[in-house]
């Protein structure tokens, strides 16, 4: 019997084994410090994509769960690679939210959304493809499960860099946002921490021999507060002050934990210039206020490029039925910002530039 060469007619039906596979993955807490937990979903996981022609890398953590790599090794015919990018760590810990279960037609527990649900989906439309076209359908592909997102991919941001170099595109598999509106920009974070360093002395009998660095502080704090700027989406808040001993005591050192956003690689670099200004003005004799961290995760930017890709995907969520024609852009926020796939059209053929559909 030859093999169907439809990848949706060879899902038909499967819907129960995806969620069976989904409850497995979802059973096993895999809180980002949980590391065992993390190890044995990345164990799973190995299994889950276990597709001819691509081969698993295993990235070790010495402080989280493993990291996980896979390449094709099949025949493209020259194209370029498209890279698949994902995470298996969750945020709650052990104890707190665990396990799957059936809620009518919703499916509760830890990462069915964010995202084992999104790697399971990767998973199965890989396999349709391999075993109704065959590998060589496909581009070469990099794909990348990371274990350590939820607290900021302190070293998944330079594993998916270095496995994804070569790549042209990249999708990301965690939820978008209602009518299946996808995320094409999302700010850029980062935190700063400002020590301000004084005199410590009496206020009442030294008062003058001390140097203020509260004071300092409190001058810093208002400088980069007014840095705010809405209209392009640059927040900066300053979210904890510490510092001083006593009423009666010049306080000689003094603390602010600082978080900023921004929606530009230009913005991040002139704001952390900004902060670091603010910070040798806030300074009054006798003190000194220096800046510790700067920016985490630059911003992922919209672009002519992102436009042709969300478009392409738009086309082909259209013909699976999904809600792509959605016209309306919604307000960004700190998780992206949701945009109709028209948008991606309109915008190229103002440019001059007709995506391939």
Known sequence: MTK???PTAWLAGKDRAMEDELAELVGVNSFTDNVDGGREVGRRLAEVFRVPGLELAVVPSARYADHL???????AAGRSPIALVGHLDTVFPPGAFEGFRRDGDLARGPGVLDMKGGLVVVAWALRAIAET????????????????????????????RSAIADATSCLVFEAGRKSDLVVTRRKGTGSVKAVAHGKAAHAGNAHREGANALWALARFVDRVQGLTAYDRGVTVNVGKVTGGESKNTVPDRAEALVDIRFETVRD?????????????EAAVPGTRVEIEGGVAR????????????????????????????????QPHGWYGEPVSWSWAVESLVERGHRPRL
């Open 268 to 280: 991040a670099e002139a704001l952390m210039d900004d902060i670091r200004r603010a910070a040798a």
């Open 133 to 160: 076209l065959g590998p060589s359908a496909l581009p070469p592909l990099r794909v990348v499960v990371v274990a350590d997102e939820e607290v900021g991919s302190p070293e998944g941001q330079g594993v998916i």
């Open 298 to 329: 630059m911003p992922m930017e919209r672009t002519d490029a992102s436009a042709i890709l969300l478009a392409e995907y738009g086309e082909s969520a259209r013909a699976a039925g999904l809600a792509m024609d959605a016209d309306t852009i």
């Open 4 to 6: 169907p060469d439809d």
């Open 69 to 75: 790599v896979w390449r094709s090794t099949w025949d």
